[in-house]
């Protein structure tokens, strides 16, 4: 899956010389927490909700409430965005660029086509993806197991339940409790909670969780 699949789009876009009330207003209407700020339909900054709500006069504490409204009505898009903005591309792998945003500590990448804003990539997209590789929406036999981190393993555990007429609707891999193991979350159709135990118990180091999910 790339960026491109899940990105959001068309890409609602602010210009630099919007009053920032203006632009906070658009977001709350768009149900957007950041945006690309274009001029001349090439990227200058990205600006946030929350960049957008710091802006205030430094000396605010001395103003009455009509200089202060006046003052802020003054301040523009173009002096609080961020300049330096990190993109991605649409062809990136989509765990890259949940890496890319982890590693910086932003919730959001524009993506760029050439010099083209053609997306946005969220961490709402991120969490949308996030819930459906983990069958959040499917019914099932939920299971987290420890296993070992050798060839084969998963391929024994999903055997095993093909041959019981089972089907992997899911399937999540994480790090374990050292670098010899993993842990594992799937989710089954087709088979009972108790069949689903007996099957995979034999094959993992330990059976962290199981469960009926009906909505997890």
């Known amino acids: 899956m790339f960026v491109g699949d899940r990105m959001s789009h068309p890409v609602i876009t602010i210009q630099p010389e919007m009053p920032v009330i203006e632009a906070l207003s658009l977001m709350k209407r768009e149900h957007i927490r950041r945006a690309p700020v274009l001029k001349d339909g090439k990227m200058v900054g990205i600006v946030s909700d929350k960049d957008l709500l710091n802006a205030s006069p430094s000396p605010a504490t001395t103003l009455s409430v009509w200089e202060l409204n006046y003052l802020i009505s003054?301040?523009?898009?173009?002096?609080?965005?961020?300049?330096?903005?990190?993109?991605?591309?649409?062809d990136t792998p989509i765990e890259e660029a949940a890496r890319v945003m982890l590693d910086n500590k932003?919730?959001?990448?524009?993506?760029?086509?050439?010099e083209a804003v053609i997306g946005m990539i969220t961490e709402t997209n991120l969490f949308k993806v996030f819930s459906e590789m983990m069958g959040a929406r499917h019914m099932g036999v939920r299971v987290t197991a420890l296993i070992k981190d050798e060839p084969g393993q998963i391929a024994r555990i999903s055997k095993a339940i093909a041959n019981q007429d089972g089907n992997i609707v899911s399937f999540g891999q994480f790090a374990g409790e050292d670098t010899s193991n993993y842990m594992i979350?799937?989710?089954?159709?087709?088979?009972?909670?108790?069949?689903?135990?007996?099957?995979?118990?034999?094959?993992?180091?330990?059976?962290?969780?199981?469960?009926?999910c009906l909505n997890c």
């Open 74 to 90: 003054k301040i523009l898009v173009k002096d609080v965005m961020s300049k330096n903005v990190i993109t991605i591309t649409e």
């Open 106 to 114: 932003i919730g959001g990448l524009p993506v760029m086509r050439g």
């Open 185 to 212: 979350t799937f989710k089954v159709d087709g088979l009972n909670e108790s069949q689903v135990h007996g099957l995979i118990e034999p094959l993992v180091l330990r059976l962290v969780d199981i469960r009926t």
